[in-house]
């Protein structure tokens, strides 16, 4: 048995793998609170993410009616970039600084000159430094909570956090890693001199985690906490990753050839590649992936947020919501919201505000407002699909995951807007999936068996056909119109990103 573990935005969900059978036992969820406050602040209390683990492994136990001691191996996923540090006793300094909090989007400008701007920062690491990156929170540390920035010992991520918790030991992977802004993508390794340049004195570099393969341990559970949470204590705990690299793991994105996209709180579509071929679209993450290749993404910041901000304002429940989006045309007769009430990453407007445009007395009603925001938030996936296309990713079908996922109407949207078929693999919860997966993968190795990670996808993974949806013809045109709408609006309101360029640097 494998215990699997996602702690996303909004909450954190655990899995239960029998990797023999390639069955899912049980399954269980828990919430996370977000702390927000000016200038796009978007913070966690690392103690909510350990109280919902606790809380999801034993829903998740409950449910397939197995005891704890049966768990060989336990594979977490986390929300990619948060910022956690503790000080030189194991103790967090302050609220986890996450993904979306754009508060630091001044210093990563700063810090994107230092680079050399966007051709500097791919030449040197791969990727173009975003907001939202761990790098620019830690000089946003330094100059906002200096004291505390004094006493940092250890610079961790958000699933290297609970990999901490549950071993006592600070390491971490090379997807994750990938997306400090402070690691080079190509070579694998950190890039010290950043932190060099944001601190001077060497504390930040002293603070670095140590790098492992995603198919190395980071350790066994700590024999108290095993005791506590009832968990076998020779349980070994995977190296895990980002939630993305996990849920390629979770949809068998092993190998190229296929397209994730996951509806959660951001919005993420993401290919497999043998080589890091870097892309010269700013847009484009060429990230690790945290199964021995590298994994070129595209993250939106605004997807369930704002479908849950119109839902709330017009007090609906999901079903209601629903029945409101069917009842409006495609193009919402006109009304069309650009759904960037986080800023946002791609198009890189972090400090955009959201606009509604095309209201008229006719067409201003709640079905059209409803239909809006699910179309406004696809859009900017459709907006990245055309760049991972335009750089040479092509996949005949899109899997779908995330919470998203399971809303039917939302799936023959994603197949229209994106004129490709669309499919769930059986368990929407694909990055939980794909860490019980890879502890799985790890637990082999550990004992010498030859079971692949191939193998293990093959075995756990299933497409679910009562899920696939093809593009209807006539509304794939009726979204094309739809959409040069939304990118003329886009430009027309907030300007022209980085026009893109197509042509690729040093692979
Ligand atoms: N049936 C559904 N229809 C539409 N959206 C849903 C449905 N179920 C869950 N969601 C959305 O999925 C979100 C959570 O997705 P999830 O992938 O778990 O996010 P995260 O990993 O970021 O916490 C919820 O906030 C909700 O808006
Ligand atoms: O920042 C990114 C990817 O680069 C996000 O995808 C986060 O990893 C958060 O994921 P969810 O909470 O939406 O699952």
């Given at each position: 048995?494998?215990?699997?573990i996602?702690?996303g935005?909004?909450?954190t969900?655990a899995?239960?793998?029998?990797?023999?059978?390639?069955?899912?036992?049980?399954?269980g969820?828990?919430?996370?609170?977000?702390?927000?406050?000016?200038?796009?602040?978007?913070?966690?209390?690392?103690?909510q993410?350990?109280?919902?683990f606790?809380?999801?492994?034993?829903?998740?136990?409950?449910?397939?009616?197995?005891?704890?001691?049966?768990?060989l191996?336990?594979?977490v996923?986390?929300?990619?970039?948060?910022?956690?540090?503790?000080?030189?006793?194991?103790?967090?300094?302050?609220?986890?600084k996450?993904w979306?909090?754009?508060e630091s989007?001044?210093?990563?400008?700063?810090l994107?000159q230092?680079?050399?701007?966007?051709?500097?920062?791919?030449?040197?690491?791969?990727v173009?430094?975003a907001?939202?990156y761990?790098?620019?929170?830690?000089?946003?540390?330094?100059?906002q909570h200096p004291r505390?920035?004094?006493?940092?010992?250890?610079?961790?991520?958000?699933?290297?956090?609970?990999?901490?918790?549950l071993?006592?030991?600070?390491?971490?992977?090379y997807?994750?890693?990938s997306?400090?802004?402070?690691?080079?993508?190509?070579?694998?390794r950190?890039?010290?001199?950043i932190?060099?340049?944001?601190?001077?004195?060497?504390r930040l570099?002293?603070?670095?985690?140590?790098?492992?393969a995603?198919?190395?341990?980071v350790?066994?559970?700590?024999?108290?906490l095993?005791?506590r949470l009832?968990?076998?204590?020779?349980?070994?705990?995977?190296?895990?990753?980002?939630?993305n690299?996990?849920?390629a793991?979770?949809?068998?994105?092993?190998r190229?050839?296929?397209?994730t996209m996951?509806?959660?709180?951001?919005?993420?579509?993401?290919?497999f590649?043998?080589?890091?071929?870097?892309?010269?679209?700013?847009?484009?993450?060429?990230?690790?992936?945290?199964s021995?290749?590298?994994?070129?993404?595209?993250?939106?910041m605004n997807?369930?947020?704002?479908?849950?901000?119109i839902?709330?304002?017009?007090?609906?429940?999901f079903?209601?919501?629903?029945?409101?989006?069917?009842?409006?045309?495609?193009g919402?007769?006109g009304?069309?919201?650009?759904p960037?009430l986080?800023?946002?990453?791609?198009?890189a407007?972090p400090?955009?505000?959201?606009?509604?445009?095309g209201?008229?007395?006719?067409?201003?009603?709640?079905?059209n407002?409803?239909?809006?925001v699910?179309?406004?938030?696809?859009?900017?996936?459709?907006?990245g699909?055309?760049l991972?296309r335009?750089?040479g990713?092509r996949?005949?079908?899109?899997?779908?995951?995330?919470?998203g996922?399971k809303?039917?109407?939302?799936?023959?949207?994603?197949?229209?807007?994106?004129?490709?078929?669309?499919?769930?693999?059986?368990?929407?919860?694909?990055?939980?999936l794909?860490?019980?997966i890879?502890?799985a993968?790890c637990?082999?190795?550990?004992?010498?068996?030859?079971?692949s990670?191939?193998?293990?996808?093959?075995?756990?993974i299933?497409?679910d056909e009562?899920?696939?949806?093809e593009?209807?013809?006539?509304?794939?045109?009726?979204?094309?119109?739809?959409?040069?709408?939304?990118?003329?609006l886009?430009?027309?309101?907030y300007?022209?990103p980085?026009?893109?360029?197509?042509?690729?640097?040093t692979?």
């Open positions: 048995m494998f215990l699997g996602d702690c935005t909004q909450g969900k899995l239960l793998l029998d990797a023999a059978s390639g069955q899912v036992l049980g399954q969820s828990a919430g996370h609170e977000l702390i927000s406050g000016p200038n796009g602040r978007r913070e966690q209390h690392v103690e993410w350990t109280a919902a606790e809380a999801a492994t034993a829903a998740a136990l409950a449910e397939a009616g197995v005891t704890g001691d049966q768990v191996g336990i594979g996923s986390g929300q990619q970039h948060g910022l956690v540090t503790l000080d030189r006793d194991g103790q967090v300094l302050r609220p986890a996450l979306c909090d754009t989007a001044e210093e990563n400008q700063r994107l230092w680079l050399g701007g966007e051709r500097g920062s791919l030449e040197r690491l791969g173009v430094i907001p939202g761990t790098v620019s929170k830690l000089l946003w540390m330094k100059e505390l920035f004094e006493r940092i010992a250890h610079i961790l991520l958000p699933h290297d956090y609970l990999n901490y918790w071993t006592g030991r600070c390491c971490s992977e997807g994750d890693a997306g400090t802004g402070y690691f080079d993508v190509r070579t694998r950190w890039d010290r001199e932190l060099r340049h944001i601190d001077a004195s060497g570099e002293a603070a670095l985690p140590e790098l492992i995603p198919d190395e341990a350790g066994r559970l700590r024999p108290e095993a005791h009832g968990l076998n204590p020779d349980a070994i705990v995977s190296g895990g990753g980002g939630d690299m996990m849920g793991i979770g949809t068998a994105n092993i190229p050839g296929a397209i996951s509806l959660g709180t951001s919005g993420t579509l993401y290919a590649a043998e080589e890091p071929r870097i892309s010269q679209q700013p847009a484009v993450a060429t990230f690790c992936s945290s021995g290749g590298w994994l070129p993404l595209i993250c939106t997807l369930t947020n704002a479908n849950g901000a839902r709330d304002l017009l007090q609906l429940d079903d209601q919501f629903n029945v409101l989006v069917a009842q409006a045309p495609i919402a007769e009304v069309t919201l650009l960037f986080n800023g946002e990453r791609v198009p407007l400090q955009a505000t959201a606009s509604l445009h209201l008229t007395a006719d067409n201003l009603t709640r079905a407002l409803c239909r809006a699910l179309e406004g938030v696809t859009f900017g996936l459709r907006y699909l055309d991972l335009k750089n990713i996949s005949e079908r899109i899997q779908l995951i995330g919470g996922a809303n039917p109407q939302w799936r023959q949207i994603v197949a229209d807007m994106m004129a490709t078929p669309v499919v769930c693999t059986t368990h929407s919860e694909a990055a939980a794909g860490g019980a890879q502890a993968w637990h082999a190795r550990q004992s010498d068996s030859h079971a990670l191939a193998a293990l996808c093959e075995r756990c299933s497409i009562a899920t696939a949806v593009p209807e013809a006539d509304a794939v045109q009726a979204y094309e119109q739809a959409y040069r709408r939304y990118r003329e886009v430009i027309a309101t300007g022209q980085t026009p893109p360029d197509l042509t690729t640097v692979p």
